[in-house]
Nanobody
Framework: QVQLVESGGGLVQAGGSLRLSCAASGRTFGRYVMGWFRQAPGKERKFVAAVRWSSGNTYYTDSVKDRFTISRDSAKNTAYLQMNSLKPEDTADYYC??????????????WGRGTLVTVSS
């Protein structure tokens, strides 16, 4: 059974950093695109970043482009989201997703259960 398990969320002060991990199991993800989405309370889930597993090509939403870095470790089947210069508006549940295409298709993608990131001011 394929699973995505997020970790690394927590409470951090504004300006601080966190690294989120998304560990995939059950199959190789060499053909996949792995992405991160986030959902703040009362708001819709939005795309944050993605990485094409085979090439390492990355994609970002503008609001995080200069602060976040997505990467992957193929040997561990794990994707990471390094988040620097965190702002209170980054507070959200962060979800990992995997799909065969970019842009990711929310209704078709495999989803993790999420990890909470809280940025205090």
């Amino acid at each position: 059974q394929v699973q995505l398990v997020e970790s690394g969320g927590g409470l951090v002060q504004a300006g601080g950093s966190l690294r989120l991990s998304c560990a995939a199991s059950g199959r190789t993800f060499g053909r996949y695109v792995m992405g991160w989405f986030r959902q703040a309370p009362g708001k819709e889930r939005k795309f944050v970043a993605a990485v094409r597993w085979s090439s390492g090509n990355t994609y970002y939403t503008d609001s995080v482009k200069d602060r976040f870095t997505i990467s992957r470790d193929s040997a561990k089947n794990t994707a990471y989201l390094q988040m620097n210069s965190l702002k209170p508006e980054d507070t959200a549940d962060y979800y990992c997703a995997a799909d065969l295409t970019y842009p990711l298709r929310p209704g078709m993608a495999l989803w993790g259960r999420g990890t909470l990131v809280t940025v205090s001011s």
